[in-house]
């Protein structure tokens, strides 16, 4: 059995993914064993995880849901009490059927002929965004235009006010600090008086979306409009309406899931765009280029790094003996970077094919809900851009987070030159 290199510590991530300890655990023969003991701040005495870091185990752990669980421990990288797993279970930490049946609520707003009704609106909203950001000559693209836009889509998606839009980027910050080793909140922000533990992220924001999101449901409940509260609120599936709790834990992932991991990606591949300006140049030329730039900036950015599995059985994966109970962990941070799957996968090239990038999960039922809007909202902001001529240069590092679970930028400034 190998031991892995620590990859969980919070800190290792202020200087981007550790893209060599993951190529090292890919090198070694089967899985390697990833003790908890061996990270900064871990609970002690928990024991560890397989880490699965190459392309085809990944697809193989995503794909077989019956055996690798996502309701049985959740898919936190770290153990919850029995309490707390209940509290906060959503559809990502369910299996089939309660997984199905949730997945079914809200699956047809998801669709790709359902998403192209928001392409209008997200292209006046990008347009508007990216004229606001070449207007002031550049600066801080996180706050000029990737956090700003995937907030705004989901947010008329399911129907929440527009002018709540500060609000919900400032509770999905601070949700990302929950994944950080440290919390600027305190425990009772927001009027919260749950346990933190209790909730999603361990943080009070959680506690705030929890109760912005019941408030909008009982309005919805009485003032119903064609959104996808509303169907939340009165949908029901195999003749069963969602709990109170589920209500609560799918507008909260909704949210967050809706707005963080399109924002990463639209960071990431800003900061590629203005790093690789032969790879724009190469768009410019040849805009049917658009959906494969729009997949490379999905592999190399890879928004959420992990999501972690339960054996319900006795198994094996790359030749490595699971047992039942043991704890896997997918490593999309590594899997996207394997070369058996890539050439030369850690340059950034728009017009790479085939591209079976796993930054929507490693495949099977889990399959990422929001990935034909994401992909949506990504070629839009780079249509928009080739249509106003904008090019990017980077003018400072990347302020990034402090967290294992999602790859994420508060800030980074760069210049709009035309």
Not at 203 to 216: F, R, T, W
Not at 271 to 277: E, Q
Request: charged share 25%; with cysteine; proline share 5%.
């Amino acid at each position: 059995m190998s031991a892995a290199p620590d990859v969980t510590t919070p800190a290792l991530y202020l200087d981007d993914i550790p893209f060599a300890r993951f190529a090292e655990m890919r090198k070694t023969d089967g899985l390697a064993w990833h003790s908890y003991e061996t990270a900064t701040g871990s609970p002690p005495g928990e024991g560890g995880f397989w880490a699965v870091t190459r392309h085809a185990d990944v697809a193989h752990v995503g794909r077989n849901a019956d055996i690798f669980s996502s309701a049985v421990g959740h898919t936190n990288l770290w153990d919850l009490e029995a309490d707390a797993l209940e509290a906060r279970r959503s559809i990502i930490d369910s299996d089939a059927p309660d997984h199905t049946r949730l997945r079914r609520v809200v699956s047809t707003a998801f669709t790709p002929k359902f998403i192209r009704e928001w392409e209008t609106i997200t292209r006046t909203l990008a347009g508007n965004l990216l004229d606001e950001f070449v207007a002031k000559g550049g600066g801080d693209w996180v706050s000029a235009v990737a956090a700003p836009l995937p907030i705004q889509v989901i947010m008329a998606i399911l129907g929440v006010p527009a002018e709540d839009g500060d609000f919900m980027i400032e509770l999905s910050n601070y949700m990302v600090e929950g994944t950080t080793d440290q919390q600027s909140l305190p425990d009772d922000a927001y009027g919260n008086a749950t346990p933190t533990r209790l909730l999603p992220f361990g943080s009070p924001a959680s506690h705030a979306m929890y109760e912005y999101g019941e408030k909008l449901g009982r309005l919805r409940a009485s003032e119903p409009l064609e959104d996808v509260v509303t169907r939340l609120v009165f949908a029901e599936a195999d003749g069963v309406k969602l709990t109170e709790n589920e209500f609560k834990n799918f507008f909260h992932v909704l949210v967050f899931a809706g707005n963080e991991t399109t924002r990463t990606a639209l960071t990431h591949g800003a900061i590629a765009i203005a790093d690789h300006p032969a790879e724009w140049r190469k768009l410019h030329a040849n805009d049917d280029l658009i959906t494969t730039a729009t997949e490379e900036i999905l592999r190399w950015s890879t928004p959420v790094l992990h999501m972690r599995r339960t054996a319900t059985q006795d198994t094996n994966v790359a030749g490595t003996a699971i047992a039942e109970g043991d704890k896997v962990v997918m490593w999309y941070a590594s899997s996207n970077r394997d070369e058996a799957v890539w050439d030369r996968p850690d340059t950034f090239d728009i017009s790479r094919s085939p591209n079976p990038h796993q930054a929507f999960g490693g495949g099977g039922p889990h399959f990422c809900l929001g990935a034909f809007l994401a992909r949506m909202e990504i070629s839009v902001v780079l249509e928009e851009m080739l249509a106003r001529n904008i090019n990017l240069e980077r003018t400072s590092e990347p302020t990034r987070v402090a967290s294992n679970f999602v790859r994420g930028v508060l800030a980074v400034d760069l210049a709009a030159v035309r």
